[in-house]
């Protein structure tokens, strides 16, 4: 049996002990080390010239009946001035200087020692130089240590590992065997394809199985999810795992669901899947603190995860309960467990941010490219999320606050928090000046001064929550601080011309943005880490811009047909009434009355999507007042889980009475809301949902203007347009379903808007007053009820099932 294993995991896995302390490994310990990395690299080439960083190895070999392919990179290979040659293992740390002894961390040399192993191999060798370089990040010192050893003794020390590795090696290679062959002989699991899902199927099997990218816009009612994870497992071969990622919580349960289908329409199947949930909503202890002291699943972490995993790799399904059911079992971590497991999984499903954040990606993964495939679920949303999870922003109330929270008497940390505060208060000074009624700055450079005080305050605070453990007031402020500037200073090393430097002062505060305006080239990097890329949505129009928002020039774009008879279907546009900012107060009793006519037509459930909270209130006061009899329903601000689940309960079946719906457009109601049935009979979208014109968005068209040509179209009309089709496919969700959607607004009308429609809207009907949409839907329901009388207009029929993609 055969097996492809990272030097680095090897030996973390089999010599890592003692317990997770976030005090050392803490937040973005990973990306300030692989700076440091290049730091000292380019400094080791002064004394060395002969220094090559960064040298990939690879080497084969056979211990305990397992052919391993043992691979990864040295952070260095110089010649000492002796003609040793030396291989280079650098390590950051926050560890105080009197703890680095060298001897503190047996995993880091045993990783120099199969490094050294595989250079003496391959280069005959007979003796090679292990160098542990450390860099202590509070201190700014380098420590190095070295040791020289023969190449048969560090055959005996890789081999040794090697063995030690061989129970968990032969599972994983029995296990990787029986995967292909199951998933070679896996069957779809439903009886039929439902229209369109052949072909999404074999459009992702191609991507999947040759590489690149596809953006695939799937209507509602195709089936997504198994239609994108089917063909993936299939093209899977040697590679993987495959990662599913989304936007949301809620839709990863779709993922789930569909893992469980393919095992109970495959018994036996061999295929282990993991869902990663988000720290804060699987931890066990309340403080959420990350220390041996304050948590017993942290406290000897590592001595204890071995045993816990091999157990736990039992299951095929690793839920969230899953992972917490073993977790208190074995008293480990359950994120950190399920961290662990995933490095054994076929499929992980979880948030966008497992790829595509800088800071909490999967560094085991992640740190060069693989043979991944990813699955991105509802995609419309990755150009927002990426540019966010590469935009920070500071307040300057947050310094001041934290030096009050520390009391009187003098300190570094205080000076250090003075210091940034002043610049701060420099920057409201300006803002207030030269900033105009918006008081708002933009600059498109970075602020080097300031970024360089926030560097010098990282160490007193690290300090400082070193010395005060204590879960109190401040504590919890200065441990916020601190993630705050180290996010900050990550954007600080990427800012270019992509980003701007956005200021805004009110009241006695400022805010200071570093605002990404252009995720792509990030983007770019994340998908070149895997072998292929599959974003899927109900919505990619037009499929150009999101092409070039996510990087992907030269991906392959397809749009499917919607599944569901286009009679089943009523869509009208009041032509009449105008939603723009000007317009609104004006409109409100107009809106009214459109939603009235709809909800009139026909008993049931409806939604109606505004563009803000503020004009929500406004209609709904203008419609209470017109027509108190029908009864509503508000969105409220700021909704918790449970007050979600509130809302969607009361779209109940059948109602006896209509209800209306009052949501806010791009909001939780918008998407991933599945009212099938009469649960949901009719959407209106009041206005083409165009984000608030403020600063953000006109840095945004100001660039993509001057970069694409296209500045309203980027920051305005697609993103709003996205909202409005969104929310619009709540309506029909089976072939059954009968519904309509009711657009208020005049310019839906217009060629630039019926572009970015898809085909199944084709229909489009506009209707000039109430009295003209009552009798189309009066229409629209009687013929509705008649095609439903009729069981040959029940459902288009379906392609019987061919199984093999």
């Given at each position: 049996?055969?097996?492809?294993?990272?030097?680095?995991?090897?030996?973390?896995?089999?010599l890592?002990?003692?317990?997770?302390?976030?005090r050392?490994?803490g937040?973005?310990?990973?990306?300030?080390?692989a700076?440091?990395?290049?730091?000292?690299?380019?400094?080791a080439v002064?004394?060395?010239?002969?220094?090559?960083a960064?040298?990939?190895?690879?080497?084969?070999?056979t211990?305990?009946q397992v052919?391993?392919?043992i691979?990864g990179?040295?952070?260095g290979?110089?010649?000492?001035?002796d003609?040793?040659?030396?291989?280079?293992e650098?390590?950051?740390?926050?560890?105080?200087?009197?703890?680095?002894?060298?001897e503190?961390?047996?995993?880091?040399?045993?990783?120099?020692?199969?490094?050294?192993?595989?250079?003496?191999?391959?280069?005959?060798?007979?003796t090679v130089?292990v160098?542990?370089?450390?860099?202590?990040?509070?201190?700014?010192?380098?420590?190095?240590f070295?040791?020289?050893?023969?190449?048969?003794?560090l055959?005996?020390?890789?081999?040794?590992?090697?063995?030690?590795?061989?129970?968990?090696?032969?599972?994983?290679?029995?296990?990787?065997?029986a995967?292909?062959?199951?998933l070679?002989?896996m069957?779809?699991?439903?009886?039929?394809?439902?229209p369109g899902?052949?072909?999404?199927l074999?459009?992702?099997?191609?991507?999947c199985?040759?590489?690149?990218?596809?953006?695939?816009?799937?209507?509602?009612?195709?089936?997504?999810?198994?239609?994108?994870?089917?063909p993936a497992?299939?093209?899977?071969?040697?590679?993987?795992?495959v990662?599913?990622?989304?936007?949301?919580?809620?839709?990863?349960a779709?993922?789930e669901?569909?893992?469980?289908?393919?095992?109970?329409?495959?018994?036996?199947?061999t295929?282990?899947?993991?869902t990663l949930?988000?720290?804060d909503?699987?931890c066990?202890?309340?403080?959420?603190?990350?220390?041996?002291?304050?948590?017993?699943?942290?406290?000897?972490?590592?001595?204890?995860?071995?045993?816990?995993?091999?157990?736990?790799l039992?299951?095929?399904?690793?839920?969230a309960?899953?992972?917490?059911?073993a977790?208190?079992?074995?008293?480990?971590?359950?994120f950190?467990?399920?961290?662990?497991?995933s490095?054994?999984?076929?499929?992980?499903?979880g948030?966008?941010?497992?790829?595509?954040?800088?800071?909490?990606?999967?560094?085991?993964?992640?740190?060069?490219a693989?043979?991944y495939l990813?699955?991105?679920?509802?995609?419309?949303?990755?150009?927002?999320?990426a540019?966010?999870?590469?935009?920070?922003?500071?307040l300057?109330?947050?310094?001041?606050?934290a030096?009050?929270?520390?009391?009187?008497?003098k300190?570094?940390?205080?000076?250090?928090?003075?210091?940034?505060?002043n610049?701060?208060?420099?920057?409201?000074?300006?803002?207030?000046?030269?900033?105009?009624?918006a008081?708002?700055?933009?600059?498109?450079?970075?602020?080097e001064?300031?970024?360089?005080?926030?560097?010098?305050?990282?160490?007193p605070?690290?300090?400082w929550?070193?010395?005060h453990?204590t879960?109190?007031?401040?504590?919890g402020?200065?441990?916020?601080?601190?993630?705050d500037?180290?996010?900050w200073l990550?954007?600080?090393?990427?800012f270019?011309?992509?980003?701007v430097?956005?200021?805004?002062?009110?009241g006695?505060?400022?805010?200071?943005?570093?605002?990404?305006?252009d995720?792509?080239?990030?983007?770019?990097q994340?998908?070149?880490?895997?072998?292929?890329?599959?974003?899927?949505?109900?919505?990619?129009?037009?499929?150009?811009?999101?092409?070039d928002?996510?990087?992907?020039?030269?991906a392959?774009?397809?749009?499917l047909?919607?599944?569901?008879?286009?009679?089943?279907?009523?869509?009208?546009?009041?032509?009449?009434?105008?939603?723009?900012?000007?317009?609104?107060?004006?409109?409100?009793?107009?809106?009214?009355d459109?939603?009235?006519?709809?909800?009139?037509?026909?008993?049931?459930?409806?939604?109606?999507?505004?563009?803000?909270?503020?004009?929500l209130d406004?209609?709904?006061?203008?419609?209470?007042?017109?027509?108190p009899?029908?009864?509503v329903?508000i969105?409220?601000?700021?909704?918790?889980?449970?007050?979600?689940?509130?809302?969607?309960?009361?779209?109940?079946?059948?109602?006896?009475?209509?209800?209306?719906?009052?949501?806010?457009?791009?909001g939780?109601?918008?998407?991933?809301v599945?009212?099938?049935?009469?649960?949901?009979?009719?959407?209106a979208?009041?206005?083409?949902?165009?984000?608030?014109?403020g600063?953000?968005?006109?840095?945004?068209?100001?660039?993509?203007?001057?970069?694409?040509?296209?500045?309203?179209?980027?920051?305005y009309?697609?993103?709003g347009?996205n909202?409005?089709?969104?929310?619009?496919?709540?309506?029909?969700?089976?072939?059954?379903?009968?519904?309509?959607?009711l657009?208020?607004?005049?310019?839906?009308?217009?060629?630039?808007y019926?572009?970015l429609?898809?085909?199944?809207?084709?229909?489009?009907?506009?209707?000039?007053?109430?009295?003209?949409?009552?009798?189309?839907?009066?229409?629209?329901?009687?013929t509705?009820?008649?095609?439903?009388?009729?069981?040959?207009?029940?459902?288009?029929?379906?392609?019987?099932?061919e199984?093999?993609?």
């Amino acid at each position: 049996m055969s097996l492809t294993l990272p030097v680095r995991q090897l030996v973390e896995f089999l010599l890592r002990r003692g317990s997770i302390d976030n005090r050392f490994t803490g937040f973005d310990r990973a990306n300030e080390g692989a700076r440091l990395h290049r730091k000292l690299q380019r400094a080791a080439v002064t004394e060395h010239p002969d220094y090559k960083a960064e040298v990939f190895l690879r080497y084969q070999i056979t211990a305990a009946q397992v052919d391993y392919t043992i691979e990864g990179r040295a952070d260095g290979i110089f010649t000492a001035p002796d003609g040793i040659t030396a291989i280079d293992e650098i390590k950051t740390t926050a560890l105080p200087s009197t703890a680095i002894t060298g001897e503190q961390s047996p995993e880091h040399w045993a990783q120099g020692q199969v490094y050294a192993y595989i250079y003496a191999e391959q280069n005959d060798l007979p003796t090679v130089r292990v160098q542990l370089t450390y860099y202590q990040i509070d201190e700014e010192l380098t420590l190095r240590f070295s040791h020289d050893y023969t190449r048969e003794q560090l055959r005996e020390i890789a081999t040794g590992l090697l063995e030690q590795y061989a129970p968990w090696a032969q599972r994983a290679a029995r296990w990787k065997d029986a995967r292909r062959e199951s998933l070679a002989a896996m069957r779809f699991p439903f009886d039929s394809y439902r229209p369109g899902q052949r072909a999404m199927l074999t459009a992702v099997y191609h991507t999947c199985a040759e590489g690149g990218q596809l953006l695939c816009q799937a209507p509602t009612g195709i089936g997504k999810t198994i239609s994108v994870l089917f063909p993936a497992l299939k093209a899977m071969g040697e590679g993987g795992p495959v990662f599913y990622l989304t936007a949301r919580g809620t839709t990863r349960a779709a993922a789930e669901n569909a893992i469980v289908a393919l095992h109970e329409a495959n018994p036996g199947l061999t295929l282990r899947s993991i869902t990663l949930t988000a720290k804060d909503k699987i931890c066990l202890t309340e403080t959420h603190e990350c220390t041996p002291e304050a948590c017993p699943y942290a406290n000897g972490y590592f001595d204890r995860i071995r045993e816990a995993l091999w157990e736990t790799l039992d299951a095929d399904t690793l839920t969230a309960q899953t992972l917490t059911d073993a977790a208190k079992k074995h008293t480990v971590c359950p994120f950190e467990m399920g961290l662990d497991l995933s490095l054994w999984c076929d499929v992980i499903i979880g948030d966008y941010n497992y790829l595509f954040d800088p800071v909490v990606s999967l560094k085991r993964f992640f740190e060069s490219a693989g043979d991944y495939l990813f699955l991105i679920d509802e995609a419309h949303n990755l150009p927002d999320r990426a540019r966010d999870m590469h935009t920070e922003s500071l307040l300057k109330s947050e310094f001041t606050s934290a030096k009050k929270l520390l009391g009187k008497g003098k300190s570094r940390l205080k000076t250090a928090l003075q210091k940034v505060n002043n610049a701060l208060l420099e920057w409201r000074h300006r803002c207030e000046k030269e900033g105009g009624s918006a008081k708002t700055l933009i600059r498109p450079n970075r602020d080097e001064e300031l970024d360089r005080m926030l560097s010098r305050l990282c160490e007193p605070l690290e300090a400082w929550l070193d010395e005060h453990r204590t879960p109190d007031e401040t504590h919890g402020a200065l441990l916020q601080l601190y993630f705050d500037v180290r996010a900050w200073l990550r954007v600080a090393e990427t800012f270019d011309d992509h980003f701007v430097l956005q200021a805004t002062a009110f009241g006695s505060d400022v805010r200071l943005t570093q605002l990404c305006l252009d995720p792509s080239a990030f983007l770019q990097q994340n998908f070149a880490l895997g072998r292929a890329g599959v974003l899927f949505s109900a919505t990619l129009a037009p499929p150009s811009y999101y092409k070039d928002l996510c990087g992907l020039p030269d991906a392959r774009a397809v749009a499917l047909k919607s599944p569901f008879p286009q009679q089943n279907f009523a869509l009208y546009c009041a032509c009449d009434v105008s939603t723009r900012y000007r317009d609104r107060d004006a409109a409100c009793a107009r809106v009214a009355d459109y939603l009235a006519g709809m909800v009139k037509a026909r008993t049931g459930n409806y939604i109606a999507f505004f563009p803000s909270y503020l004009y929500l209130d406004k209609v709904r006061a203008a419609f209470a007042d017109r027509y108190p009899d029908i009864p509503v329903l508000i969105q409220q601000s700021a909704l918790d889980e449970a007050g979600r689940e509130e809302f969607l309960s009361r779209f109940a079946p059948d109602p006896a009475r209509s209800l209306l719906g009052f949501a806010v457009l791009g909001g939780v109601f918008g998407e991933g809301v599945d009212l099938a049935g009469s649960r949901l009979i009719g959407a209106a979208v009041v206005g083409p949902g165009l984000p608030q014109v403020g600063a953000r968005q006109e840095q945004l068209r100001d660039y993509f203007e001057r970069t694409r040509g296209s500045g309203f179209d980027y920051a305005y009309r697609y993103p709003g347009m996205n909202k409005v089709l969104q929310a619009a496919g709540r309506v029909i969700r089976t072939p059954q379903d009968r519904g309509v959607v009711l657009l208020i607004d005049d310019r839906f009308s217009a060629p630039d808007y019926r572009r970015l429609m898809p085909p199944h809207w084709s229909h489009f009907a506009p209707v000039y007053g109430c009295g003209e949409l009552c009798a189309a839907l009066e229409q629209f329901w009687r013929t509705a009820d008649a095609d439903s009388s009729n069981p040959e207009g029940e459902e288009p029929p379906m392609q019987k099932s061919e199984h093999d993609v």
